[in-house]
């Protein structure tokens, strides 16, 4: 085995191990701070329960009822009922389909002692503890193509495995899910699997809505590669098989780039049809709708699908788009209509991440000024540099980050950007690492990243002449710098300590329905 496989792969170890760690501690703190804060009265969905409770079902309450607060609530009842009121359609399908077969495959056995509900909620749990580790293994694998430095990919990972989105990536929301299939799409992506990462960032379409922004990913590199073929054509090649040639490759990069955007928008417009379908065609009324769940929809004011009644108003659009409606009247969402007064501590929740995303954006600008001036397209658009956050590489990532990052603080709730981001693109944790990387001299040593080195230490802890601190902080760079938190330069500190912070406070707010990011 070569030295480069020996270190990837014990990269790739190091990335699990902390990824399974955070996870586990995720679920316990939840458990702690659910039973020992009390919870919030919140306005939010919270559907009756029309099952009977079984054995373990107030066990699992207990452990994991953290799990299942806020828009958690419609994941787990779609998955349980399906799309019956107007507004469950803002949350994709993917999810709950998973969700349900994991209670329906996986957790059949547990079927006489727990409800539907329950088995639901313990695949939260199971569900995406899992997808959090294969998305965390998917981002340092993109990490290592796309910044074509080991120690630099190494950290990001590490830092996503301490997301300040992290609540929203144990709880029962859609986001690890959508990571997962976005950095494993962009993988295979810059392998050059173009079919394949076509499916996958289709599928996390399915997930969320914003993976249609991912179709730019898939469009910019085909117009990369179409522009490369286009150029080797000699100055003295006849002027009309030039014209000819170019023409092919322009034609090209039309039909397949056609190609790749209708499946990444495939799930979305064939979940838009079905909302069209079930809400302008219904075919059933109330009285086939269970009557705790009927009353719950006249007391809130949510809309059923209802063959006797009037079609709702959307239905007379010309583009007829149940997720703009929902958007637009349940959730308020367009461009600074939440620019309140009242909203501004919202804001400032989003301060940190929304700076994470403009140094990114500022500082690659400024360190490849030309290259971005050209888009990175054409001779003009080259330069040397080849590995790092600088390298060209990185530029569609970094203008999908902007673009993100604009549309979240002038379109959408401001208090959503940091999970919004941190499950959409791996820029904020790239340009942590950097920055880390950068200006902390204590990841200047380079026994932190040699596993020959790490290996001796823990040879040595077997003999007796080192600790497992010692042999853990050597193990993971990140470990390493919590623990001599006070020999941090000024940027690790405010970097992982907003990290550990959101991390930590996220359990502990929206575990208990108080209001977080």
Request: overall charge positive; hydrophobic content about 45%.
């Amino acid at each position: 085995m070569s030295t480069s496989n020996h270190r990837t792969d014990h990269d790739v170890w190091t990335v699990v191990r902390f990824a399974t760690l955070t996870r586990l501690l995720s679920l316990f703190l939840q458990a702690v701070l659910n039973a020992v804060v009390p919870d919030h009265v919140a306005d939010a969905f919270s559907p009756p329960r029309t099952e009977t409770p079984l054995l373990l079902d107030p066990t699992i309450e207990t452990l994991l009822g953290g799990l299942s607060r806020w828009d958690a609530e419609h994941f787990l009842f779609i998955a349980e009922r399906g799309y019956l009121y107007e507004h469950n359609f803002a949350f994709f399908p993917l999810f709950p389909v998973i969700l349900r077969l994991l209670a329906d495959i996986l957790l059949w056995c547990l079927s006489g002692l727990l409800s539907m509900h329950g088995r639901l909620v313990l695949a939260v749990a199971i569900g995406n503890s899992i997808l959090f580790v294969l998305s965390a293994v998917a981002l340092y694998k993109l990490s290592r193509l796309v910044l074509q430095d080991r120690k630099l990919a190494l950290i990001a990972v590490l830092m996503y495995c301490l997301t300040p989105a992290n609540v929203f990536m144990v709880a029962g929301y859609s986001e690890t899910l959508f990571a997962g299939l976005t950095f494993a799409g962009l993988c295979l992506l810059e392998k050059g699997f173009y079919l394949g990462s076509c499916l996958l960032l289709g599928f996390a379409t399915g997930a969320r809505a914003n993976g249609l922004v991912n179709a730019g990913f898939l469009l910019y590199l085909t117009l990369q590669k179409r522009l490369a073929h286009a150029r080797p054509l000699s100055k003295g090649a006849i002027e009309s098989s030039r014209w000819c040639h170019y023409a092919w490759e322009l034609t090209r990069f039309l039909l397949t780039g056609a190609f790749y955007s209708a499946v990444i928008a495939l799930p979305f417009c064939l979940f838009q049809f079905y909302g069209y379908q079930t809400f302008c065609h219904p075919t059933f009324t109330h009285k086939q709708v269970p009557p705790l769940l009927l009353n719950l929809a006249q007391e809130k004011g949510y809309s059923v699908p209802d063959a006797l009644s009037p079609t709702p108003i959307w239905c007379q659009w010309r583009i007829p788009l149940l997720y703009s409606y929902i958007q637009d009247v349940y959730w308020e969402m367009g461009f600074l209509r939440y620019f309140h007064l009242k909203q501004i501590p919202n804001f400032i929740l989003a301060v940190p991440i929304a700076s994470l995303g403009f140094v990114a954006s500022y500082t690659y600008i400024m360190a490849t000024p030309v290259f971005c001036m050209y888009l990175g397209l054409g001779d003009k658009g080259k330069h040397t540099k080849t590995h790092g956050f600088y390298n060209p590489r990185v530029f569609v990532y970094v203008v999908h980050s902007s673009v993100l990052l604009l549309f979240g603080v002038f379109c959408m709730h401001v208090q959503v950007l940091t999970r919004f981001l941190a499950s959409s693109s791996p820029v904020i944790f790239w340009i942590s690492s950097h920055l880390l990387c950068q200006y902390e001299p204590l990841l200047q040593d380079g026994s932190l990243f040699n596993p020959d080195q790490i290996q001796q230490q823990k040879d040595r802890l077997k003999c007796g002449g080192k600790t497992a601190k010692d042999w853990m902080c050597r193990n993971n760079p990140i470990i390493y710098l919590l623990l001599h938190w006070r020999s941090c330069s000024f940027y690790t500190r405010c970097i992982l300590g907003y990290f550990t912070s959101y991390w930590f406070l996220g359990l502990a707010l929206h575990c208990n329905f108080l209001p977080w990011t």
